[in-house]
């Protein structure tokens, strides 16, 4: 009864369409989680037809690379991912970590990893922002694959610039030297699930997966919560 009161004075709000959620719904209310955008990459595997798997051929060695969600400009995912990164939602990207989390062992990928690592903020945005919004997509992938994952293994040893108008070239050039691996018996022989909000034109995640191989991992796959 109580519940039921506070719910209605003080209703939680759909991350992704700003309408009170009703009961039994969590983050996302039901009609978007119907209307999201899913790429179902997963259903493709490390084909032709992963349309994300090809914009890391000849870059870097990638063995899967998957994302959840396509990412549509002044849409549901954008919301989603505003509160998720500005609105300090970081149960969210849990729940959405455990969503597809689950969605990937379902089709066998858990099988093929050893390790999930969230790409890293450098120490003066993590303090500014106070959370990294790639960690709760991390842990709720790594929850629902049954598998560890760890925010140790990588560091952002330089802060850069804001990618968001910068050219492909620019934006490899300026993550290119930022990334090392502080824990590297950590990664020796590892299969590894590297894991990022957004994935534009992939230059932060090649710059990582290379950093990664470079260390003596196995193999590197990738995913994000959306793909522009």
């Known amino acids: 009864m109580l519940q039921d009161l506070l719910a209605l ?7 992704a369409c700003d309408q009170p959620l ?3 719904e969590r983050f996302i209310c039901t ?3 119907v209307k999201l955008p899913y790429t179902d990459l997963h259903l493709h595997g490390a084909t032709e037809l992963n349309y994300l798997q090809q914009r890391f051929w000849g870059k870097v060695p990638v063995r899967f690379a998957f994302s959840y969600l396509h990412f549509r400009s002044k849409g549901r995912v954008q919301r989603v991912l505003h509160k ?7 149960e969210l990207g849990e729940h959405l970590g455990r969503r597809y989390g689950s969605i990937l062992s379902e089709h066998g990928y858990a099988a093929h990893l050893d390790l999930v690592v969230p790409v890293p903020l450098h120490s003066q945005k993590l303090r500014r922002r106070g959370y990294n919004q790639s960690e709760g997509f991390a842990k709720g992938l790594a929850e629902a ?16 610039d804001s ?3 910068k050219s492909r070239l ?3 050039q300026n993550v290119e030297q930022v990334f090392v691996v502080k824990q590297v018996e950590e990664v020796k022989g590892k299969r590894i699930l590297l894991v ?10 090649e710059a990582c997966a290379h950093t990664l191989l470079q260390s003596g991992c196995s193999d590197v796959s990738v995913t994000t919560i959306a793909a522009a």
């Open 170 to 172: 620019d934006r490899w």
């Open 9 to 15: 004075l003080f209703p939680e709000i759909c991350h």
């Open 163 to 165: 990618q968001t108008k």
């Open 145 to 160: 694959l049954q598998i560890p994952w760890s925010n140790k293994v990588l560091e952002r040893v330089f802060d850069t």
């Open 196 to 205: 990022d909000d957004v994935l534009t034109t992939g230059a932060t995640l």
């Open 31 to 33: 009609e978007c989680n």
């Open 22 to 24: 009703t009961r039994g």
């Open 84 to 90: 998720l990164k500005y609105k300090g939602a970081q």
